[in-house]
Nanobody, 113 residues
Framework: QVQLVESGGGLVRPGGSLRLSCAVS????????MRWYRQAPGKARELAAA???????NYAESVKGRFAIARDNAKNTVTLQMNSLKPEDTAVYYC???????WGQGTQVTVSS
């Protein structure tokens, strides 16, 4: 079965950290560009981070220096390490492989004191 399954979301205080994971089945993550998107309440979905086949990464300006996307080829997963979280990072986070038109179900991240 081809699917993306996110995990690791939750409630965290401002300044805290979370690590999201995207478990991929049905294809090999190392062969595709993988992305993390997020959608805050009442806002459009936006790209947070991406990692190329060659391992190059790019980030939204709002998360640069705080978030890190990585790929674990042995586990066939993609992770998003999120540090120094802010209330404005509150959103549903989605893992995506656009080439295969695949999206995960999303995981909620809430940053609040």
């Amino acid at each position: 079965q081809v699917q993306l399954v996110e995990s690791g979301g939750g409630l965290v205080r401002p300044g805290g950290s979370l690590r999201l994971s995207c478990a991929v089945s049905g294809f090999t993550v190392s062969n595709y560009v993988m992305r993390w998107y997020r959608q805050a309440p009442g806002k459009a979905r936006e790209l947070a981070a991406a990692i190329s086949v060659g391992g190059m990464t790019n980030y939204a300006e709002s998360v640069k220096g705080r978030f890190a996307i990585a790929r674990d080829n042995a586990k066939n997963t993609v992770t998003l390490q999120m540090n120094s979280l802010k209330p404005e990072d509150t959103a549903v986070y989605y893992c995506a492989c656009l080439t295969r038109e695949l999206w995960g179900q999303g995981t909620q991240v809430t940053v609040s004191s």
